[in-house]
């Protein structure tokens, strides 16, 4: 998986998003408050999307890009069991809709994404 190189201080180091397996795409911080700082510098107040990524035992990193279809196309280039993100919602949005669906399929196997 493709990581970008680090280029501001504070930003998720390389070694920490291949061990967290974040999606690629984004811009990867240790902090939310970087990360909102860094998507209203970079996409406007209120625009753009900031998801939030478990990193393995320090809490959660955040990864800024440049919509919601853009975190999800990154997300679904994962394997499946290993799509963990969710969205830090920002008070000045709306959040978006979200259903957790599992289930049986056709051939007996449970899934998700």
């Known amino acids: 998986m493709p ?3 680090n280029k501001e201080p504070g930003d998720l180091k ?3 998003q291949r061990r967290a397996g974040v ?3 984004g811009d990867w911080f240790y902090k939310k408050i970087q990360a909102k700082a860094y998507v209203d510098q970079k996409h406007g107040p209120g625009r753009g999307f900031v998801g939030a990524w478990p990193n393995t035992g320090n809490g959660y990193c ?9 975190y999800l ?3 679904l280039k994962l394997a499946v069991g290993k799509r963990y993100g969710f969205e830090m919602i920002r008070s000045e949005n709306r ?6 669906l599992e ?3 056709q051939n007996g ?5």
Request: charged share 25%; net charge negative; aromatic share 20%.
């Open 14 to 16: 390389e070694y920490d």
């Open 95 to 100: 959040c978006n809709l979200y259903f957790d």
């Open 73 to 75: 196309t990154n997300i």
């Open 103 to 105: 289930g049986i399929l």
């Open 109 to 113: 196997r449970g899934g998700g994404y």
């Open 3 to 5: 990581v970008k190189k």
């Open 62 to 70: 955040y990864g800024v890009y440049a919509s919601y279809d853009d």
């Open 23 to 25: 999606p690629g795409g």
